[in-house]
């Protein structure tokens, strides 16, 4: 039976998939051909190969990895066909008290013959982590869908600050996302509408405010369209900024310091596991052909 990757008791989040082919072809040619290694010795090679973070998650693959949407595709380098091409997947965890103990599970729960799974640990700034979370928000969101899109935000944000609230079931049927008048911290369901405590909407605003700054209608929010300047200043007359001591008074100052605050500073700890079971059955098949040519 094929083990299952179980990502269920991972908050939201805190795993983000990479996938990339690897072309077994270009491996074999490089060293057979070029290094001049027998076809046995490079199978052996190729089985213990340990691909790189870099290598795994490039925007931009590099030979011999490569990256393609197609039900067949084709070595871009080669132009080895499908059954000469290995998948890659890779999962990065965020570490962190809320998905720790999920990883250890999970990582004592995978296989141990023959390395299906690599397991590579690695660091990375909280602010940077931030900016690729919002960048992958942006792209899934409908910004010409109307307004629900800011409900959708609204709901990552929160399931990113607050991992262990069952946000779906919170806004299931919410049409309306308000700040409160009366809380000072958390949040409440009234209805078809959720509040939001002063410190959470302010919050909400921003994470609105930068996901779509850069779409065509600029930075829309569910306070309406802000410019930056708008937005500070708004920060700065409802205590927001003076709550979370920012004082300073150029815009993009601000900007900055309420970006480290939704985001942190030091850096997280990643674990990426690769799933390596296609590349240890296709390897075979790709030495088999060599051994016999």
């Known amino acids: 039976k094929t083990f299952e990757l179980d990502w269920s008791a991972f908050p939201p989040g805190a795993v983000n998939e990479y996938t990339t082919q690897i ?20 199978y ?16 931009t693959a590099a030979r011999p990895y490569f990256d393609s949407e197609e039900k067949n595709p084709r070595c871009p380098f080669c132009n080895s066909a499908k059954r000469w091409h290995a998948r890659l ?31 590579i640990e690695n660091k990375a700034p909280r602010r940077a982590l931030f900016f690729e979370w919002l960048d992958t928000l942006a792209r899934t969101l409908d910004f010409d869908g109307g307004d629900k899109w800011m409900i959708e935000a609204t709901r990552s944000f929160l399931e990113r600050r607050e991992p262990k609230t069952d946000w779906a079931e919170t806004f299931e049927g919410v049409r309306q996302v308000r700040r409160s008048q009366r809380l000072e911290e958390g949040w409440e369901r009234d209805g078809n509408r959720l509040f939001l405590a002063a410190p959470l909407y302010n919050d909400a605003l921003l994470v609105q405010y930068l996901a779509s700054r850069s779409h065509k209608h600029g930075g829309r929010t569910l306070e309406g369209r802000l410019t930056l300047v708008e937005l500070v200043r708004r920060m700065r007359w409802n205590g927001h900024l003076n709550a979370q ?19 942190g500073d030091g850096a997280v700890k990643l674990y990426y596991l690769v799933d ?4 240890l059955d296709k390897v075979k098949t790709v030495y088999a052909r060599y051994a016999g040519s």
């Open 44 to 59: 052996s090679e190729i089985k213990r190969h340990a691909p790189t973070v870099e290598e795994l998650t490039a925007p």
């Open 276 to 279: 390596r079971r296609d590349l």
């Open 23 to 42: 072309c077994l072809a270009c491996i074999f040619d490089v060293f057979t051909g070029q290094l001049g290694l027998a076809p046995r010795t490079a």
């Open 245 to 263: 001591g920012i004082t300073e008074r150029d815009q993009y100052e601000v900007l900055e310091k309420l970006v480290e605050h939704l985001s």
């Open 89 to 119: 997947d890779t999962f990065r965890i965020e570490g962190g008290k809320e998905s720790d103990a999920a990883r250890r599970a999970l990582v004592k729960s995978l296989p141990k013959s023959e390395e299906q799974f690599q397991i």
